[in-house]
């Protein structure tokens, strides 16, 4: 399992994400060198302490993401609550209220989407444990512009519905143990 430097990484959970990301982000080095999107389902209307948590955890910084934030390499991004994360180019963020995609804000789908048109071939899209079908619509357009896909195994899931469906969606995915995603990513840091 070997892999050349990409341009960005982003990932998609939502049940059972917590403990998926517990076992990728803080075995990434300091040196990683590609900035890290995550897209996780969290409640509306309460603050995140997704940022705080893997801030503590990781050699990485982890923050929440406001609008027009600048993306840097080695930095791990959180969707906030109740806002879509989208790529302006690959510099920076912005934040959007639209609708909720399939009762979810943040999307998986809206940002992988997003990603696809700005990073195309040198983006490496992950979806992870999740109880809805949000990521199998953006994992597809990734796969579309030629990046690299890659779902967690669905029996390693605390929740299969999302990789299931990722799964069908881009049957041409990579399908990883949480260990080997962690793996392909250490790969990617050289």
């Given at each position: 399992?070997?892999?050349?430097?990409?341009?960005?990484?982003?990932?998609?959970?939502?049940?059972?994400?917590?403990?998926?990301?517990?076992?990728?982000?803080?075995?990434?080095?300091?040196?990683?060198?590609?900035?890290?999107?995550?897209?996780?389902?969290?409640?509306?209307?309460?603050?995140?302490?997704?940022?705080?948590?893997?801030?503590?955890?990781?050699?990485?910084?982890?923050?929440?993401?406001?609008?027009?934030?600048?993306?840097?390499?080695?930095?791990?991004?959180?969707?906030?609550?109740?806002?879509?994360?989208?790529?302006?180019?690959?510099?920076?963020?912005?934040?959007?209220?639209e609708d909720e995609v399939l009762f979810s804000r943040p999307s998986i789908d809206v940002a992988f989407e997003s990603?696809?048109?700005?990073?195309?071939?040198?983006?490496?899209?992950?979806?992870?444990?999740?109880?809805?079908?949000?990521?199998?619509?953006?994992?597809?357009?990734?796969?579309?512009?030629?990046g690299t896909v890659i779902v967690q195994n669905p029996e390693d899931a605390y929740a299969k519905a999302m990789p299931?469906?990722?799964?069908?969606?881009?049957?041409?995915?990579?399908?990883?143990?949480?260990?080997?995603?962690?793996?392909?990513?250490?790969?990617?840091?050289?």
């Amino acid at each position: 399992m070997t892999s050349t430097a990409k341009g960005a990484v982003i990932i998609g959970a939502s049940a059972g994400a917590l403990e998926a990301l517990s076992l990728i982000l803080p075995a990434l080095p300091a040196t990683f060198p590609l900035p890290i999107f995550v897209v996780v389902h969290v409640p509306p209307h309460k603050p995140s302490v997704l940022a705080d948590i893997f801030n503590a955890k990781c050699r990485l910084r982890a923050i929440e993401v406001e609008d027009k934030e600048p993306i840097e390499p080695g930095v791990i991004y959180f969707a906030p609550p109740n806002y879509h994360m989208l790529f302006e180019d690959q510099s920076s963020l912005a934040l959007s209220n639209e609708d909720e995609v399939l009762f979810s804000r943040p999307s998986i789908d809206v940002a992988f989407e997003s990603a696809a048109e700005v990073w195309g071939t040198e983006l490496i899209g992950i979806i992870l444990t999740g109880a809805n079908q949000d990521g199998a619509r953006g994992l597809q357009a990734i796969s579309k512009a030629g990046g690299t896909v890659i779902v967690q195994n669905p029996e390693d899931a605390y929740a299969k519905a999302m990789p299931e469906t990722a799964i069908a969606f881009s049957p041409q995915a990579q399908v990883l143990s949480i260990a080997d995603i962690s793996a392909y990513l250490m790969s990617v840091s050289g």
